[in-house]
């Protein structure tokens, strides 16, 4: 699919799709052939959302990664120590 199929498809801006393409960690998965079109499987695309999906602020544990950051630090600076 190309950028304009998938903006369709998922209900999205191009610039979303872009953002998406570019993320440091987990971009979405495309292909860029001749002329610098860029293509997207359908397939991935539906397997990357799914891995994206959405999580209320309020559903996040934020005691529990505050906690676990706390303990790696602990840890990290007894090795140190």
Known sequence: ???????QYVCVSERTLREW?????????ATQVARG???IN??????WLETH?????D????????DDIMNNLHEAAAQWA
């Not at 999906?53 to 602020?57: A, D, G, L, T, Y």
């Open 1 to 7: 699919m190309d950028l304009k199929a998938v903006q």
């Open 21 to 29: 393409l570019h993320l440091p960690v987990n971009p979405l998965p």
């Open 37 to 39: 079109k860029i293509l």
């Open 42 to 47: 359908r397939s991935q695309l539906d397997r």
């Open 53 to 57: 999906r959405f999580q209320p602020v």
């Open 59 to 66: 559903s996040i544990d934020i005691d529990r990664i505050t």
